[in-house]
């Protein structure tokens, strides 16, 4: 997977995360992992999970936190 498309997916991921930080963390958490699992396309939350999913480091600590709760779409 190309490098540029991983800078896209943790930016925008670093995002949803800025917005929700404001919030109690356990609720920005669940906000962040809701908001990539309403409207990123399965194939996006397939790449992420492939990219950050062995090494979330790069991720903002709150999506590292919500890591876990991003469905991972069936494979078609």
Do not use: K, V, Y
Request: charged share 20%; glycine share 2%; no cysteine.
């Amino acid at each position: 997977m190309r490098t540029d498309e991983a800078t896209r997916l943790a930016h925008m991921s670093s995002q949803i995360a800025t917005f929700f930080q404001a919030w109690p963390e356990d609720q920005a958490i669940a906000a962040i992992a809701g908001h990539i699992n309403q409207f990123w396309a399965p194939p996006m939350r397939r790449d992420f999970i492939a990219l950050f999913g062995a090494d979330p480091a790069p991720l903002h600590p709150l999506t590292r936190r919500a890591l876990p709760l991003i469905r991972i779409p069936a494979a078609r």
